[in-house]
């Protein structure tokens, strides 16, 4: 019959016959007990196959009330929203959030993580920048400290992800755009800075292949944060050459969108549904700006308060766990919703 599982570090204390105090003692500093009683520790560890939560040790040792929001681009409207979002549910909670930028870069990225260890966060939310990251600094910090990461998905890392569906983003709107007129270009960075480019991507060539169309990707030059830069210039561009096999352009972020609707007002192409425009476009995230824009445009809405909401409950979840069991990482993924504008 098999052994009930441990699951506090005081029934490990009670099982191995050792006191609470001196095993806690072992787990804060294996070297501060006697090399007797650190051979009976570890024999009785390998015997129950006991695993403490290491956060929660931590979490004894005079943390701060703080938790920490790291973003990778503060800039971006997009990120300024989700992290507005996150400090008010921070602070709805009885912590102080502490703000860092990354700004694009991962030298500040992984600055950040430094600071953040002067400060004792009790947690830290972080968006990486992705395969711009250093992983195995960030691997070195999630062990360190109880982390969650969103918008941006390293697997394996951290406590758990909290993020959008980007295959259900695609899809959802390369099928609208599909049912609405002609089937959409997908026009992209060749080296974006948002790793969930890929995976947008990836759902588009699958959906209009599902859909027995043939995909057109148009690849442009451009790297960094600068969206509407490289969305204004390189669409001027790809207008010029006529690499559109279609009249439907989907753009795989709002942001380019924007550039991209720049570009074509300077080439005099009238934008929107109807015989009497020359081309639709679309972009995914529902960018704050995006409704504002000339004319308005289509997109697919990421669940901001979801996300966050979600976030910030993964991380107290993991931070009231006590000395229980550190729960299994989870990966959660937020759906988008449609929304239809004068673009397309």
Known sequence: MNEPKIRTMEEFAAISGISRPTVSKYFNDPGSVRKSTRVRIEQALEQHNYRPNIYAINQNRKLTKSIGLVVPFLVDPFFAEIARNIENLIIATGYRPILLNSQGRPEQEVENLDNLRSFRPAGVLIAPLGRQSDKSALAAFCEEV???????????????????????????????????????????????????????????????????????????????????????????????????????????????????????????????????????????????????????????????????????????????????????????????????????
């Open 146 to 344: 109880p982390t969650v990461l969103f918008d941006s998905n390293i697997s394996g890392l951290g406590h758990g992800f909290v993020g959008a569906d980007n295959l259900q983003y695609a899809r959802d709107i390369v099928e609208y755009l599909c049912r609405s007129g002609e089937p959409p270009c997908f026009f992209e960075m060749q080296t974006p800075a948002n790793p969930n480019a890929n995976k947008r991507r990836q759902s588009y060539l699958q959906t209009m292949e599902h859909l027995g169309y043939q995909p057109h990707v148009i690849s442009v030059e451009g790297e960094g944060w600068a969206f509407e830069e490289i969305g204004y210039r390189q669409g001027l561009a790809a207008l010029e050459k006529r690499r559109f096999e279609t009249n439907t352009i989907l753009c795989s972020n709002d942001r380019l969108a924007i550039g991209f609707l720049a570009a074509c007002f300077e080439k005099g192409y009238r934008v929107g549904g109807g015989p009497q425009n020359a081309l639709r476009v679309a972009g995914m995230d529902d960018h704050p700006f995006a409704r504002f824009t000339c004319p308005p445009l289509t997109t697919v809405a990421q669940n901001y308060s979801a996300i966050s909401s979600s976030a910030v409950e993964s991380l107290l979840t993991l931070l009231n766990s006590g000395d229980s069991e550190v729960p299994p990482r989870r990966e959660l993924l937020f759906e988008g919703r449609l929304v239809k504008r004068t673009s397309a």
